[in-house]
C-alpha cells in the first residue's frame, strides 16, 4: 500500500553551509529545503492514480532517487524510464509528475531545494548552478547512474537524520546536498561510465551496489546472471575493471568513507553498517584500500560539526 514519509518546514528553511551559496547577477542566493518526501507504491496503489499524471512547474531543484523497482515519471511531457540506483535532477520552471505511472512496486525519495535571495528565487538549470558552484563546465544529464551507490548512501543519510529524527539539526540538510553535488560532480567527469556495459553484468554490479552489507556469493551472481562462474569472473572484470568480490569490497569502502564523512556512529557500528563482520579486517583492508585508518580519514574529512 502506499505510504508516504515528508518533512517540510512551515517556511523553506535556510542551509546555511557557505560553499553551497552562489552570486548570479550581483545577488546572492542560498539553498533552502522546501521539502524532503519519501514514497513507497505498491503495484495495485499505482492502478488508481490518474494515468494522464497531474505535471506542474515551479522554481524548485528537484533530486529524485529511486531506491527500489523502476518506473515511469513524466518529464516536460515525455515518459522518463527511472530504476533503482539511478537519480533524476528536475530543472526548476520544468514541467514534471514525479507520481509513478507503471503499475510496478517502487520506492524512490525527492528532495526538493530553493535557491533565495533577498527578492528571487534562483531559476538557471541544473548545468549553469554547478558553474557557479564549482567554476566549471559540468555537463548535466537528466538521468544520473549511481554505479557507486554513493549519491544512496547521502539519501540514506538525510532519511535517517532529517525524516527519522524528531530532534535532527537544520545543519543535517546542508551535509546532505553537499555530499550529493559532490558525487554529481564526480559522476559528471565521468567516474561511473556504465552505457558500454552489458545488461547481464550491470544487473549483477547493480545487486552488489544494493546489497553491499549482506553476504552475497558467487553462485548467487551467476543464477541472477545465467552465466557460468568462470565466464562471469572474466566478463565481470573485463566491463567493470575488478572481479566481483573486488567491487564488492571497494563498495563497502566507499559507503564506509561517507558514514565516516557525515555520521559520528562508532568505526565499529560502520565496519557491520558497510558488511564486514571483523571491525579488525575493515580497520586493515580500509587502510590499505585508502592509505588511512578509519580513524585518521576521519579527521581528515569528516563535516560533522558537533
Given at each position: 500500500m502506499y505510504k508516504s514519509e515528508r518533512f517540510q518546514p512551515e517556511t523553506p528553511e535556510f542551509i546555511k553551509q557557505s560553499w553551497l551559496k552562489v552570486i548570479y547577477k550581483n545577488h546572492t542566493y542560498v539553498p533552502c529545503l522546501f521539502r524532503l518526501r519519501k514514497q513507497y507504491f505498491s503495484a495495485d496503489e499505482i492502478k488508481t492514480l490518474n494515468p494522464k499524471g497531474y505535471q506542474h512547474c515551479h522554481k524548485i531543484y528537484h533530486f529524485v532517487y529511486y531506491l527500489k523497482g523502476s518506473n515511469t515519471i513524466l518529464i516536460d511531457n515525455r515518459e522518463i524510464k527511472v530504476r533503482s540506483g539511478q537519480m533524476v535532477l528536475i530543472d526548476p520552471d520544468t514541467y514534471h509528475d514525479v507520481m509513478p505511472r507503471v503499475p510496478v512496486d517502487c520506492t524512490f525519495i525527492v528532495l526538493m531545494i530553493v535557491y533565495r535571495s533577498l527578492d528571487s528565487d534562483l531559476d538557471v538549470p541544473f548545468s549553469e548552478l554547478l558553474k557557479l558552484l564549482t567554476g566549471m563546465d559540468i555537463k548535466n544529464e537528466l538521468i544520473l547512474e549511481d554505479s557507486a551507490g554513493s549519491i544512496r548512501t547521502a539519501f540514506e543519510y538525510m532519511d535517517k537524520y532529517i525524516l527519522k529524527n524528531r530532534d535532527r539539526c537544520p545543519e543535517y540538510t546542508g551535509y546532505g546536498l553537499m555530499a550529493l553535488f559532490n558525487e554529481i560532480i564526480g559522476i559528471r567527469f565521468g567516474r561511473n561510465n556504465t552505457h558500454q556495459i552489458p545488461d547481464d553484468i550491470l544487473t549483477a554490479r547493480q545487486h552488489l551496489i544494493e546489497n553491499f552489507n549482506k553476504n552475497i556469493t558467487i553462485k548467487d551472481l551467476t543464477e541472477l546472471t545465467a552465466l557460468t562462474r568462470s565466464y562471469l569472473m572474466v566478463k565481470f572484470k573485463r566491463y567493470c575493471g575488478l572481479s566481483p568480490i573486488d567491487f564488492l569490497i571497494n563498495e563497502r569502502i566507499e559507503r564506509a568513507k561517507t558514514y565516516l564523512g557525515l555520521?559520528?556512529?562508532?568505526?565499529?557500528?560502520?565496519?557491520?553498517?558497510?558488511?564486514?563482520?571483523?571491525?579488525?579486517?575493515?580497520?586493515?583492508?580500509?587502510?590499505?584500500?585508502?592509505?588511512?585508518?578509519?580513524?585518521?580519514?576521519?579527521?581528515?574529512?569528516?563535516?560533522?560539526i558537533e
Open positions: 555520521t559520528q556512529q562508532k568505526i565499529k557500528e560502520i565496519s557491520l553498517l558497510c558488511g564486514f563482520n571483523s571491525d579488525f579486517y575493515f580497520n586493515k583492508i580500509f587502510k590499505k584500500k585508502t592509505g588511512l585508518t578509519p580513524g585518521e580519514f576521519r579527521k581528515s574529512n569528516s563535516i560533522m
